[in-house]
């Protein structure tokens, strides 16, 4: 265990320094999630109206957006680990002496520090538009806890999905299905104000149970429960990110062992 981690540890610092080398896709990547809060919280927040009134759009919308910021994740996770794949990188990397599940870990650790530092900084834009927390830190770090298991749990995915699709350039079939996933969910609006077998599917989706709990746990205001799996949103925003990591954290080691077999 002391040599994986030694090894995952060393994958993670190589792929830090490809970001300071070249830290335009960075930068790119933590100024996006703010232009959807400026453009979410101003263009159509004035057209919106929640519980509490006033700015209420605002608070509702923000908790919403760190839980998308966290779910877009998974692309740059995916591109990351095909391009490797594609190149060479992970078969030169299958050829050294290595933990066989360092390389995987490593990345899961790279893209855990960037998705630390992105919440941190779409927060702090939050804060400049009028979003606060109105609970206490405890709360708050429960709610930015559940927020990175979230990220934790879509990264195992992004992992095994870059490793089985070939070539970078596919990634993008994949990405067309990340919008429309992330959007029906309760991020912008209420699932009751869908027709009943969407607004089900947005209640089941596991981004809405990480939104809605972290919209009470940030005392932020919310459209309510009224459904088994709203009423209970703290226990599936730990449960949905649990089997996703129970199942696709296995299978990314797995795929990665066999890779070329």
Do not use: C
Not at 155 to 175: A, C, D, R, S
């Amino acid at each position: 265990m002391r040599y994986a981690l030694a090894d995952g540890w060393t994958i993670t610092r190589r792929d830090i320094l490809h970001w300071t080398r070249d830290p335009g896709p960075v930068i790119i990547g933590l100024l996006f999630p703010v232009l959807m809060v400026l453009m979410f919280g101003y263009l159509f927040g004035g057209a919106m109206t929640v519980p509490g009134g006033g700015d209420g759009y605002r608070e509702f919308i923000v908790p919403g957006m760190f839980a998308m910021t966290m779910a877009f994740g998974l692309e740059a996770t995916m591109i990351a680990v095909s391009t490797d794949a594609q190149k060479g990188v992970t078969d030169r990397f299958r050829s050294m002496p290595i933990a066989p599940s360092a390389v995987v870990s490593g990345r899961a650790g790279a893209d855990m520090l960037n998705s630390a530092l992105s919440l941190a900084v779409i927060m702090a834009a939050g804060l400049l538009i009028g979003w606060q927390a109105h609970t206490g830190p405890a709360e708050v770090l429960a709610a930015v806890g559940l927020l990175l298991l979230l990220r934790f749990a879509l990264l195992w995915l992004g992992i095994f999905l870059g490793l089985v699709i070939k070539g970078p350039e596919n990634v993008v079939m994949v990405q067309i299905l990340v919008w429309p996933v992330t959007f029906l969910s309760n991020t912008f609006v209420a699932p009751g104000t869908m027709p009943g077998w969407l607004g089900t599917i947005a209640e089941w989706n596991p981004l809405s149970s990480t939104v809605a709990a972290t919209r009470d746990l940030f005392g932020n205001p919310s459209w309510g429960a009224d459904s088994w799996v709203a009423e209970h949103a703290l226990l599936m925003a730990i449960v949905w990110p649990v089997v996703l990591i129970a199942i696709f954290a296995p299978l990314s080691v797995r795929r990665f062992q066999r890779l070329s077999r």
